[in-house]
């Protein structure tokens, strides 16, 4: 009886890593749906990519996405929050329900990387003609989900539970007064009578190797505000300032002592946070002094009562700089209209860890720092458990830390990610689905 205990335990032993193993493998129809359906996904990203559309104009991508989606025999739900497009898979099997998000808007970026496929379209942008660009990979996403649509739908029959596809307008934000992006869809009812139990989403990212996967559990990226402020002066000929107040010199040194809001007054041991002017405007000629300048920025922040002091800091700050010129500054501050920090549930991103890593491999899932960007999928993260995570985008052979970043007009995808994209998102809500992490 000792000689089968010792020989059943050494069995077992013998047998743990196998079963490890077999867990933490890459589903075999994930392989087999990422082989069947990759070029497929870059020729969709580089449609897209070619065809990029602002906030709140994605009209082309909406209807090239509802298309795509009633091809594989669903039913799309358009029109959401302007150009949003909904659709519901429905296993044939019991199971749980989740959502998966892609977001699908471009930037007013000029493009400069020279691709076959590079874009060529102009919009009209705050006033202004402006070339437009999927310089945050907007494109990689929307193509991605359809790729995962796909897979999903070939696999209904055996699938346990229903997952909802958000293809998602502006998330970049609507240009104001519209509204839009996850905030609307979340207004018209988008959970009210489909109510996730989890919801996923993925952001390429040039600061991650491509062949790479970053995420973390809790505080992920900061939450975003947009102010503007104008300041009011005299205007006046260049060659008498004395008879004007100048709002130019104002605005300047109003700009520079903003810069100690952050360095001198935020307790930074706490959380990060950034203030930035994006824009300043004032004057046409070169011989005036003009009435007014304005200006506009944003505030990153993690910590809430840090958000609030950084508002009224930048407030007191413009209207006593402004004043010491003889001049006057009005502040605007649309906290309203921010993103949330973006926090990831800790406990469903430890449970699909392991549904990552299936992917690419343990030493190639890492926790990457607090990320300073925004994202308006915080919003569904408010509603239900959610895990957001960084596809790398940087090619072998480019650091990384110099690439450029998302937003620049060289942002350049390796379409790797798009496989690793794939693979990740279908891993994860398969995982989920049917009851864990990479149970069979």
Not at 35 to 54: G, I, K, N, S, T
């Amino acid at each position: 009886m000792a000689r089968k205990t010792v020989l059943l335990s050494a069995l077992l032993c013998a047998l743990s890593p196998l079963v490890a193993q077999a867990r933490d493998a890459q589903r075999p129809e994930v392989a087999a749906a990422a082989a069947r359906l990759q070029r497929q996904v870059v020729d969709w990203r580089r449609d897209f990519h070619a065809h990029p559309e602002l906030s709140n104009r994605e009209v082309r991508t909406a209807a090239k996405v509802a298309e795509r989606l009633r091809a594989m025999g669903l039913t799309p739900k358009t029109g959401v929050a302007v150009h949003g497009v909904v659709a519901i898979i429905k296993g044939g099997l019991p199971g749980p329900k989740i959502a998966l998000r892609a977001d699908m808007d471009a930037l007013p970026v000029t493009e400069q990387t020279g691709l076959p496929f590079a874009s060529k379209a102009t919009a009209e942008y705050r006033g202004e003609q402006v070339g437009v660009m999927h310089a945050c990979g907007h494109d990689a996403h929307t193509a991605t989900l359809l790729g995962v649509a796909d897979a999903l739908v070939a696999m209904r029959d055996t699938l346990p539970g229903e997952v909802m596809l958000i293809f998602q307008p502006a998330e970049e934000g609507a240009p104001p007064p519209e509204q839009g992006g996850a905030d609307l869809m979340l207004k018209e009812g988008l959970f009210k009578d489909f109510k996730p139990e989890a919801v996923f989403g993925l952001h390429v990212f040039s600061s991650v190797q491509a062949g790479q996967i970053a995420v973390r559990g809790g505080p992920l990226m900061a939450a975003s505000d947009r102010f503007g402020i104008t300041v009011n002066g005299r205007q006046t000929h260049g060659s008498a300032p004395w008879n004007g107040i100048d709002p130019i010199v104002a605005a300047s040194d109003l700009i520079g002592t903003a810069q100690t809001i952050v360095s001198r007054r935020a307790n930074l041991s706490r959380q990060p946070a950034v203030l930035t002017f994006g824009a300043i405007k004032g004057g046409i000629r070169y011989n005036i002094i003009p009435d007014s300048v304005e200006m506009v920025g944003t505030i990153r922040t993690f910590d809430p009562d840090m958000r609030k002091q950084i508002f009224a800091d930048l407030r007191n700050v413009a209207e006593h700089t402004a004043a010491a010129h003889g001049a006057t500054a009005v502040t605007d501050i649309y906290e309203n209209d921010g993103n949330p920090a973006t926090v990831n549930d800790p406990a469903l991103t430890a449970r699909m860890l392991p549904s990552l890593q299936a992917v690419v491999g343990k030493d190639n899932v890492y926790e990457p720092p607090l990320q300073m960007g925004s994202e308006d999928f915080s919003l569904y993260a408010q509603q239900v458990p959610a895990m957001f995570f960084f596809v790398g985008s940087t090619g072998a052979g480019i650091d990384p830390a110099t690439a450029p970043s998302n937003h620049s007009p060289k942002f350049l995808l390796d379409e790797k990610a798009l496989d690793v994209g794939l693979r990740a998102l279908l891993q994860v809500s398969l995982d989920y689905l049917h009851g864990g992490t990479g149970r069979r």
